[in-house]
């Protein structure tokens, strides 16, 4: 969707009433956790939640009793994720706070939730502490809700937990439980926390680790939870692999694996894993907007993890990288093996009499085809690192070769065209100029824009002339 269309949309979401809003983030979530119309539901949820959170700024106003649950769930924002993507330790899913709330309200403290309503609805609107308070309590009561269904104790709560949700939700229950109970810890570590962490040496490697001394984020449980909030201010975050080693006072894996901050290496796989798959997804889709900006954050990755552990082939951390960088590259080398051909199929200069009449060059494969072209270029700044060196390097010489070859001849032939096939091989020409553009650069696909327009007003003088 262009930028314009976004701003359109974003404006007519902005106009509807914050019932009907709060009535459509529901039910496109609920699209995403059936799986249906994802990219729409994704596209349409990310605007509404902005729109919210710029209203909620500028009027500085306290959420009134149908947003409690947002007030319940806030200190969660940073952990969540959407529905369909794969979590990894220090993440929940966001699906799982609509049961967690349901549940909540139905049986696990229906009562202080109805009490935190009538409060929040008694509010004047400039009372921003008294609901920050609320907020507080209302998630102090929320974890020992859930602590209580989850912890230890007598009888069998096998069905008491079916009621929040299935298994999924249960696992984001314990978590949403853990988080809400070191709130205040999660609030001093996001002030602690530099605000961009651009290139993580040893200064802010310094930094973070003293910011993490918090002995409640130390957990296994919680640890996770705080290298998340680490990584969402780094530039590159594979490099939270960095704070492993530094604790570890070595590269050596086992011995990073043997510190509880060995779950940084196992959370930057996971986000490599996750961005591959986006990759592989955008490339069947034909989405090439973001595959340059995916291809670097996976080139970095996979390089930085080589370089600065001392990883082992046959370990599960060796394993999981080698399986990374073998999806990276067959995803690669099948879409980089098409391109050449669907060059030829759109520059063969065919026969006058193999030309029907009316034939013509369909513009949208042209720019498909330069949109691939110029992914193959872009692969090539990668291709050591993701094991796609040779059939880059070769497919990128010979589209060279072809197209500079072939613009030549078509330039050439435009000179004798007939009449009746003379607008698809001016058109033929424009596709060849257009990839020029991308192989060899504007000078050199300017030059031979005029070499086809001296070709074209050559032959029709020379038919004046005659």
């Excluded at 059936?34 to 700024?57: F, Y």
């Excluded at 889709?285 to 993890?305: E, I, P, S, Y």
């Excluded at 424009?430 to 300017?446: E, K, N, P, T, W």
Aim: aromatic letters at 4%.
């Amino acid at each position: 969707m262009s930028q314009t269309s976004i701003e359109r949309l974003r404006e007519y979401l902005a106009q509807l009433p914050p019932q009907a809003q709060a009535l459509l983030m529901r039910e496109f979530e609920r699209a995403l956790e059936r799986g249906q119309d994802t990219a729409v539901a994704t596209l349409v949820l990310d605007q509404l939640r902005k729109i919210v959170r710029k209203t909620e700024a500028e009027e500085a106003t306290p959420p009134r009793t149908d947003d409690l649950s947002r007030l319940l769930f806030q200190v969660l924002e940073p952990f969540l994720v959407e529905t369909g993507a794969p979590i990894r330790a220090g993440q929940i899913r966001r699906s799982s706070l609509a049961p967690i709330w349901q549940w909540l309200g139905r049986d696990g403290a229906p009562a202080k939730l109805s009490e935190f309503e009538a409060a929040l609805a008694r509010m004047p609107a400039d009372s921003a502490g008294q609901v920050e308070a609320l907020a507080s309590k209302l998630q102090a009561v929320a974890a020992d809700a859930i602590f209580e269904l989850t912890g230890p104790g007598g009888g069998d709560k096998s069905r008491a937990l079916a009621r929040v949700g299935p298994p999924n939700v249960i696992e984001d229950l314990y978590s949403t439980g853990a988080v809400l109970a070191v709130r205040e810890a999660i609030g001093t570590l996001n002030e602690k926390l530099p605000r961009s962490l651009r290139a993580f040496g040893d200064a802010q490697i310094a930094s973070v680790t003293a910011a993490l001394n918090i002995p409640v984020l130390q957990t296994p449980q919680m640890l996770p939870f705080a290298l998340s909030m680490v990584v969402q201010r780094m530039t590159a975050p594979w490099q939270i692999i960095r704070l492993a080693i530094k604790i570890a006072a070595s590269d050596d894996e086992i011995r990073v694996a043997a510190t509880p901050y060995g779950v940084a290496v196992t959370m930057a796989l996971h986000d490599l894993s996750c961005v591959a798959a986006v990759l592989r997804m955008d490339i069947k889709r034909g989405h090439f907007d973001n595959v340059a900006g995916n291809l670097k954050t996976l080139h970095d990755g996979v390089r930085g993890l080589r370089t600065e552990l001392d990883l082992r082939n046959d370990s599960a951390w060796g394993k999981q990288l080698t399986s990374i960088r073998a999806d990276i590259s067959n995803a690669l080398q099948s879409e980089i093996d098409s391109v050449p051909g669907r060059v030829r199929r759109i520059l063969r200069q065919r026969a006058e009499k193999d030309i029907p009449p009316g034939a013509r060059i369909d513009s949208t494969e042209v720019e498909e085809t330069v949109a691939l072209i110029d992914f193959v270029a872009t692969c090539r700044n990668y291709a050591s690192e993701l094991a796609i060196n040779e059939v880059t390097l070769r497919t990128y010489s010979d589209l060279q070769q072809y197209v500079e070859r072939s613009t030549e001849q078509l330039v050439q032939s435009l000179r004798g065209a007939d009449h009746k096939v003379r607008t698809y091989r001016q058109q033929q020409v424009q596709a060849a100029i257009r990839f020029c553009q991308v192989l060899f650069g504007d000078d050199y696909a300017s030059l031979m824009s005029r070499a086809a327009e001296n070709a074209a007003t050559g032959e029709r003088k020379s038919s004046r002339a005659s």
